[in-house]
C-alpha cells in the first residue's frame, strides 16, 4: 500500500508560483513513479507531471516550460514547483502512485487533493 499526503496549495495571482509537495509512504511491487494529476470544475481528471525514481520526467503540453517536477527520495517527497501561474491552471491538484515506462499507468494510489486558484 502506498499512502500520499498533498501540500502547498493556495490562492495566487496570475502570473505567481506555488510549490506543491506530495509525501509518500508505503510501497508496492511495480510502482516507480509519482504524477501529479488535476481537476479543474466540470472537466476531466488530466496528468500534469511525472517522475520516476530513476529520475525520468513527463509533462503535459499545456504547462511545459513553467512547471517543473522533482523528487527528494532521502524525503520521499516529490514536488511540484509552478511558475507563471495562468487562470487555466486553477484547480484540484492529486498526487498519483503508479508505473513510468512509454506512457504513466497510474495505480488507485490517491492523495486528497490540493487547491489551487489563481486569480486573474
Known amino acids: 500500500q502506498v499512502q500520499l499526503v498533498e501540500s502547498g496549495g493556495g490562492l495566487v495571482q496570475a502570473g505567481g508560483s506555488l510549490k506543491l509537495s506530495c509525501a509518500a509512504s508505503?510501497?508496492?511491487?511495480?510502482?516507480?513513479?509519482i504524477a501529479w494529476y488535476r481537476q479543474a470544475p466540470g472537466k476531466q481528471r488530466e496528468l500534469v507531471a511525472v517522475i520516476s525514481r530513476g529520475g525520468s520526467t513527463k509533462y503535459a503540453d499545456s504547462i511545459k516550460g513553467r512547471f517543473a517536477i522533482s523528487r527528494d527520495n532521502v524525503q520521499n517527497t516529490v514536488h511540484l514547483q509552478m511558475n507563471d501561474l495562468k487562470p487555466e491552471d486553477t484547480a484540484v491538484y492529486y498526487c498519483?502512485?503508479?508505473?513510468?515506462?512509454?506512457?504513466?499507468?497510474?495505480?488507485?494510489?490517491w492523495g486528497q487533493g490540493t487547491q489551487v486558484t489563481v486569480s486573474s
Open positions: 498519483n502512485a503508479g508505473l513510468l515506462g512509454t506512457w504513466y499507468r497510474p495505480y488507485n494510489f
Open positions: 508505503g510501497s508496492t511491487p511495480n510502482i516507480n513513479a
